[in-house]
Nanobody
Framework: QVQLVESGGGLVQAGGSLRLSCTASGNIFSINTMGWYRQAPGKQRELVASITNGGRTNYADSVKGRFTISRDNVKNTVYLQMNSLKSEDTATYVC???WGLGPIRSWGQGTQVTVSS
C-alpha cells in the first residue's frame, strides 16, 4: 500500500508565500514524475507543476515565475514553493506520484490553500 501525505496548506494574504510538502511511503519503488494538481470550487482540476526523476520541470502558465517545484529523492518528497500568491491560487492542492512499472499514479488527499485579498 502506498500513502501520500501532504502538508503546508493554510490561509495566507495575497502576496504571501506557502510551501507544500508531500511524502510518499509504503510499498513504493521506481518513482518517476511527481507533481501537484489543484482544483478550485466550480473549476476543473489543473496541473500546477511536475518534476521528473531527472529534475525536468513543467509549470502551468499561471504560476510560472511564482511557484517552484522540487524534490528530495532520498525522502521520497516533493515540494511546492508558492510565492506572490494571488486570490486565484485558492484551491485544494493534491500531489501525485508516478511509480512502478506501469507506471502507477498515486494521489494524495489534498491540502487546502486559501489566499485572502
Amino acid at each position: 500500500q502506498v500513502q501520500l501525505v501532504e502538508s503546508g496548506g493554510g490561509l495566507v494574504q495575497a502576496g504571501g508565500s506557502l510551501r507544500l510538502s508531500c511524502t510518499a511511503s509504503g510499498n513504493i519503488f521506481s518513482i518517476n514524475t511527481m507533481g501537484w494538481y489543484r482544483q478550485a470550487p466550480g473549476k476543473q482540476r489543473e496541473l500546477v507543476a511536475s518534476i521528473t526523476n531527472g529534475g525536468r520541470t513543467n509549470y502551468a502558465d499561471s504560476v510560472k515565475g511564482r511557484f517552484t517545484i522540487s524534490r528530495d529523492n532520498v525522502k521520497n518528497t516533493v515540494y511546492l514553493q508558492m510565492n506572490s500568491l494571488k486570490s486565484e491560487d485558492t484551491a485544494t492542492y493534491v500531489c501525485t506520484v508516478d511509480w512502478g512499472l506501469g507506471p502507477i499514479r498515486s494521489w494524495g488527499q489534498g491540502t487546502q490553500v486559501t489566499v485572502s485579498s
